[in-house]
T-cell receptor, first 119, second 110 residues
């Protein structure tokens, strides 16, 4: 059974860096074709894809956020970490991590963590 | 990179069929057969309904079907049920090797 759970701060101040960790089980990020992505959703708004890391270390980022995002993985710990620099209040959102079994969809999602950007 | 275009809302009566459109460009929907659809009930986690334009994961009712024509993808829900009332999001792979979501469509079952 695949599960994912994110962890990180509930509140960050404007201009600070957000670091989120996704800890998963039920699959290996060393299996060919597999990826883990981060997706966010501001309250009452649409989903927004942020980044993905693949089994082979390949990384892809949202073009509009690329300069501020870094995604890494620790296969031995079954973790994926997303960092986002220079956070802004408009980026208050629920942040999800999700499992990508094959191109290009997500079949298992974490429960989501609300991150509030406020001073 | 703008979001894919979906109607803000659609509605239908129980038992009816409805279709939700998702319009992109030749750089996303029109260029690849990697369109997915997700259902999200209020305050719940998104659930995968359709992948690869018209494939259903195991466990998803065959009342849900997907299609694509040119730069527009569609999700059709037949035999509407009260439990289908939710937000629906499309997504597509893009030519910049990224993914993009639609703005979401809220389905009301009358």
């Amino acid at each position: 059974q695949i599960t994912l759970k994110e962890s990180g701060p509930a509140v960050v101040k404007p201009t600070q860096t957000l670091t989120l960790t996704c800890t998963f089980s039920g699959f290996s990020l060393s299996t060919s074709g597999v990826g883990v992505a981060w997706i966010r959703q501001p309250p009452g708004k649409a989903l927004e894809w942020l980044a993905i890391i693949y089994w082979n270390e390949d990384r892809r980022y949202s073009p509009s956020l690329k300069s501020r995002l870094t995604i890494t993985k620790d296969t031995s710990k079954n973790q994926v970490v997303l960092t986002m620099t220079n956070m802004d209040p408009v980026e208050t959102a629920t942040y999800y991590c999700a499992h990508r079994p094959a191109p290009y969809h997500f079949d298992f999602w974490s429960q989501g963590t609300l991150v509030t950007v406020s001073s | 990179q703008s979001a894919l275009t979906q109607p803000a809302s659609v509605s239908g009566s129980p038992g009816q069929s409805i279709t939700i459109s998702c319009t992109g460009t030749s750089s996303d929907i029109g260029g690849y057969n990697y369109v997915s659809w997700y259902q999200q009930h209020p305050h719940r986690v998104p659930r995968l309904l359709i992948y690869g334009v018209n494939n259903r994961p195991s466990g998803v009712s065959n009342r849900f079907s997907g299609s694509k024509s040119g730069n527009t993808a569609s999700l059709t829900i037949s035999g509407l049920q009260a439990e289908d009332e939710a937000d629906y999001y499309c997504s597509s792979y893009t030519s910049s090797s990224s993914l993009i979501f639609g703005g979401g469509t809220y389905l009301t079952v009358l």
